[in-house]
């Protein structure tokens, strides 16, 4: 039997890097309720705006593990299936 992964909703909203390896593990966690999930993936969008914004001003990148335009794009392909019902993205192999 497979195990529900157990997060802290607040902690996942607030810093959602630390516990989500992708935003489509958002949208597919079961703990979450709809709204928590848009919080999450909203604050995620925030975060790596404000990183996009900051590199773009001249400031040092944090490391991250994926490309952060790529990371935002996501977010927000993710964000657009939640609000309208579509597939959210495929994993990728």
Avoid: C, Y
């Avoid at 990148?61 to 993205?89: F, R």
């Amino acid at each position: 039997m497979a195990e529900i992964m157990r997060i802290v909703p607040d902690k996942a909203r607030q810093d959602p890097e630390t516990v989500f390896a992708t935003p489509a593990d958002v949208e597919k966690h079961v703990g979450l309720t709809r709204g928590q999930k848009l919080a999450t993936l909203r604050r995620w969008e925030a975060d790596v705006t404000q990183r996009l914004e900051a590199t773009a001003e001249g400031m040092p990148a944090n490391d991250t593990t994926l490309d952060d335009s790529t990371l935002l794009k996501d977010i927000k392909i993710v964000i657009e299936a939640i609000n309208t019902g579509a597939q959210p993205l495929q994993e990728k192999q």
